[in-house]
């Protein structure tokens, strides 16, 4: 996109903006790096100046708006309701038209063309977490026609700290009987880094041929583990099939009494909203319906829950462009979820969970990190 094209496109919203500040207190980056460069009111300011052409892109300009984590929160306490995420995404394809960008996205794009993952691992290891399913028989969880299928996402398919979520999934939906099935090595990338990098047009591909597969297997619902897979599927893909998240099934399941949590867990336990559930689709209360239906947890709510929760570091790919501004992100969670007197934080997203353990490691702090899928599982007993 170019500085015309951007100005047609963001002009209207970004005059929006009265500089009030409000959402200040609001913005992660802007509270760890302490520069209006890196606040909601700072980028909106660069992208103005930038289409009315009175300040050039630049290194500046990349560093600002490439550190944006992508998480909401300015629009949520904004007034006027300016969509600032949407215009520093905007701004990215902009930049990355006159080449201030970061370079790592380059190596992104080439992998994702080569391995239709993230990591540039072989397709095939994509099941490689079905490894922690105690006597699963290989190929099990691969039919060719399946209603329900479960889009398992690159993190949760290759990052051993998070591949149990997967499995847990698995576990509870086997549970419960469903009749569902995975793509294996046929599942590839949604595209949604490529919307964080700048280089949204590129998503196309990935798209049809994921729309391709749930078509071939005769796909009427796909679940989501992760909720930045599950809104680009809302988002940026034409499709009638019905999507859930994984929340919303477990909390569908013990309702109908599908699965039955006995186990009591004796812990003191507060919810993080990923961004990409929670405010930017819309699911609150299913994470915490199921989170209150487990026997013997006792449930602290932090004061910045819902629509004004903190991001936890981990979003806009601002963990590969600037790792040391997304641990002091991650490290704000924690001190939040401690000052509320809880020993474990629960959330419905891999890479918060990575996001968090990472830095409840390195910091020595206290605090379990647990996904729901997990925390159901152990409760089933
Ligand atoms: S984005 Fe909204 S809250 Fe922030 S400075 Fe602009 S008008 Fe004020
Ligand atoms: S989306 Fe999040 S990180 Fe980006 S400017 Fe808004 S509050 Fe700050």
């Known amino acids: 996109m170019n500085i015309v094209q951007l100005k047609k496109l963001s002009y209207d919203e970004v005059a929006k903006c009265n500089k009030c500040g409000f959402c200040l207190p609001s913005c992660p980056t802007y509270n760890a790096a302490g520069q209006e460069s890196y606040s909601p009111r700072g980028r909106n300011a660069i992208t103005r100046f930038a289409v009315e052409e009175k300040l050039p892109l630049s290194d500046d300009t990349e560093r600002s708006i490439f550190t944006c984590l992508g998480c909401g929160a300015c629009t949520a306490v904004c007034l006027s309701s300016v969509q600032t995420k949407d215009l520093i995404f905007q701004n990215r394809e902009c930049q990355v038209d006159v080449g201030f960008y970061p370079k790592i996205a380059d190596r992104l794009v080439k992998t994702l063309e080569k391995t239709r993952n993230i990591s540039d691992d072989d397709p095939e290891d994509r099941n490689e977490w079905q490894e922690l399913i105690k006597e699963l028989p290989e190929g099990a969880l691969e039919k060719d026609q399946a209603e329900v299928v479960f889009f398992v996402g690159c993190v949760a398919s290759f990052f051993p700290m998070v591949q149990n979520i997967p499995a847990n999934m698995a576990r509870i939906m086997q549970k419960a009987d469903i009749d569902f099935t995975i793509l294996g090595g046929e599942e590839w990338c949604c595209g949604f880094p490529l919307v964080g990098t700048g280089m949204p047009e590129k998503l196309e591909e990935m798209k049809k041929h994921n729309l391709q597969k749930m078509t071939d297997v005769g796909a009427k619902t796909i679940v989501f583990t992760c909720p930045s897979c599950f809104h680009t599927w809302q988002h940026f893909y034409d499709t009638d099939l019905n999507l859930m998240h994984a929340t919303q099934l477990m909390a569908e399941l013990i309702q109908d009494g599908k ?123």
Do not use: W
């Not at 909203?273 to 994470?287: H, I, S």
């Not at 004061?303 to 590969?320: A, T």
């Not at 991650?330 to 509320?340: E, H, R």
């Open 259 to 381: 699965i039955e949590l006995t186990r009591e867990q004796n812990i003191t336990a507060t919810y993080h909203d990923p961004c990409d559930l929670g405010r930017n689709t819309g699911v609150y209360e299913e994470p915490r319906q199921v989170i209150q239906a487990i026997p013997g947890l006792t449930y602290k709510e932090m004061p910045m829950n819902r629509k004004f929760s903190v991001c936890c570091g981990g979003g806009g790919n601002v963990e590969m462009t600037d790792p040391d501004l997304s641990a002091q992100v991650a490290q704000g969670k924690l001190d939040s979820v401690q000052a509320v007197g809880a020993d474990t934080v629960v959330t419905a997203c891999q890479q918060c969970v990575r996001t968090m353990t990472t830095r409840a490691k390195r910091g020595k702090i206290d605090v379990q990190v647990k996904d729901l899928t997990e925390l159901v599982v152990e409760a089933m007993g």
